[in-house]
């Protein structure tokens, strides 16, 4: 008999508006043998089947949802079905690129799951034991799908100790990569460090909205804060920027930035990097009435929980102030927050208090903005409709009156 839990009564609502997610304060109780990973049924109070799903012990969320079909069966065609279904869907909506998210987590029915190309090397995270339990067949069935060279293994996110999990990276096939991997994205060729780089080594994340501020920035002075390895920037010289000054307080990842220059044949003089903390570098350039046509502020994860919230709210708020203050009368603002915590009406409050501040403080009543566009992930993060939690990149694009 498979095992199966049961949930308390009335606690089946948000799954049966299909949210995948079972929390451990809405069981009452397991029959038969679970140990991490192991599927089990999931029963409704009166006995009704709900799902099928893998258990994980030592978390909060302690059975993720992979199958409403009561005769499906978890096993490794199962797993080859879903990682197919997930590429033909980037087939369909993936153009001019090959860095693509191939798997994301619960929105490909795979939950704690996330696999990104990258030319042809993947990169997996492993974020939750129910996927850990099945890493061999999901990698035998990555490697028959995908024809791919090597897959790198890259499950040191924090989240995994929620889970109980060690951080554990590697390679899971092939060889481990000499070199950073080549990518090109729209024409702009960019190094991907898989192996030391942040999450899968590329904010895949930000495609869409590299494209457009590309498209935005002919002839423009750019200024790209929190740049990493230079995503943005080299969007925006491709874009036919006349100057990009990109701040970073990572050396590593600005010489990365830098090295992609010449590969791309931009001209080293069209492009600044400044090694040194984002909030210092705002408030000098605006000691030194430093004006920009384009700003983009992509800052790390400021709210990495709800605890986080306040402190988080006030750093956005704080950038976002300090960013809209350097910006010529005219001239865009691409802002972004990656804090789950944080949702889009809440971001946007933030952003309206900081416009608001931006024009008070400076005293100068010409300084109001409008917003032109939200801005998000591409269709290779695709959302599902009951697990908005799965939103967590909000971004939004100003404009100077
Ligand atoms: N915009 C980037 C991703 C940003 S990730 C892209 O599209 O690729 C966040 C970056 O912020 C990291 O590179 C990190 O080194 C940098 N960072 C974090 N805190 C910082 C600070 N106080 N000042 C400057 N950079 C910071």
New binding site residues.
Partial sequence: MQASVTLKAGKERPLLRRHPWVYSNAIDHFDGKVYPGATVQVLAHDGSFIAKGLYSPASQIRVRILSWDEKKTIDHAFFKGRIAKAISHRQQWVKNTNAIRLIFGESDGLPGLIVDQYADTLVCQFLFVGMEHWKEAIVQALIKETNCQRIVERSDAAVRSREGLEPHTGILFGDQPEEPIQINECGVLYSVDVMHG?KTG??ID?RDSRDLLGQMSKDKEVLNM????G??SLAALKGGAKHVTS????GE?LAMAQKQMSQNNFDASRATWID????NVLTQFRKEEKQFDVIVL???KFAPSSHHLDKALRAYKEINRAGMQLLKPGGLLFTFSCSGAVDAALFEKTIATASAEAMTHSNDKTMDFKLIKRLSSGADHPLLTSFPEGDYLKGLLLQRL
Avoid: E, K, L, N
Avoid at 247 to 250: A, G, L, N, T
Avoid at 276 to 279: G, L, P, R
């Fill in positions: 942040h590329f904010y930000q929190f740049c990493y390895t995503g943005f701040v970073d307080s990572s990842a040194s903390d984002a909030f992509d800052p790390p």
